[in-house]
């Protein structure tokens, strides 16, 4: 179970050991409440909240993959994963980047995700899981963009305007 809120106190327990956090959190239905009050242990996480990505970021960034794929004679999807490999951000849990270990005969392409190979011993090649973009927050999103506009220029591709593509950065609330 994942919710919004805020951590609104903090204190010390008796033996000044502990710390006692509170958090207030959007509505949580009485059966969830009941069933984390049966649990004797919670793996906790608070992290900084991000805005998802929009679907008009998204819908630009496909656009600007298009042109490329048709310049370069790729289908759009392999431009995406091309744009992800060099540009894109990895899945990190509390231990780290999120990496994947297998033996060099393995075909990774036959593994769900997307995967970055970052070192190889001869027996076994390790990889970094990279996020979809449909997982990207704001910030990850616009420095996506960033990147595919770069590339895009280069190809001589006319992108939308700097002060145009400053308002729908605006929009998205991460400018």
């Known amino acids: 179970m994942e919710w919004m809120g805020k951590l609104t106190g903090a204190n010390r327990s008796l033996d000044g050991k502990r710390l006692l956090l509170t958090f207030e ?5 009485e059966n969830q409440l009941e069933e984390l009050k049966k649990q004797e242990k919670l793996c906790l996480r608070a992290v900084k909240f991000r805005k998802k ?5 998204n819908a630009y960034a496909w656009v ?6 048709e310049i370069t004679q790729s289908s759009k999807e392999e431009i995406y994963e091309e744009m992800l490999q060099r540009y ?10 999120i990496v994947g270990t297998f ?11 997307h995967w970055k190979r970052y070192k190889e011993n001869g027996k076994f090649v390790s990889y970094l899981m990279l996020k979809g973009s449909s997982h990207y927050d704001t910030s ?16 001589g591709i006319e992108t939308m305007p700097p002060e145009e593509l400053r ?8 400018e």
């Open 64 to 69: 600007l993959m298009s042109k490329i794929a």
């Open 25 to 29: 959190v959007d509505a949580i239905a």
């Open 88 to 97: 894109g951000s990895y899945y990190q849990d509390e231990n780290g980047y």
């Open 103 to 113: 033996p060099i005969h393995v075909d990774i392409s036959k593994i769900e995700g």
């Open 167 to 174: 308002r729908m950065k605006q929009a998205w609330n991460i």
């Open 140 to 155: 990850e999103m616009s420095q996506f963009i960033d990147h595919i506009l770069e590339e895009a220029k280069e190809l």
């Open 53 to 57: 990505r929009s679907l008009d970021a």
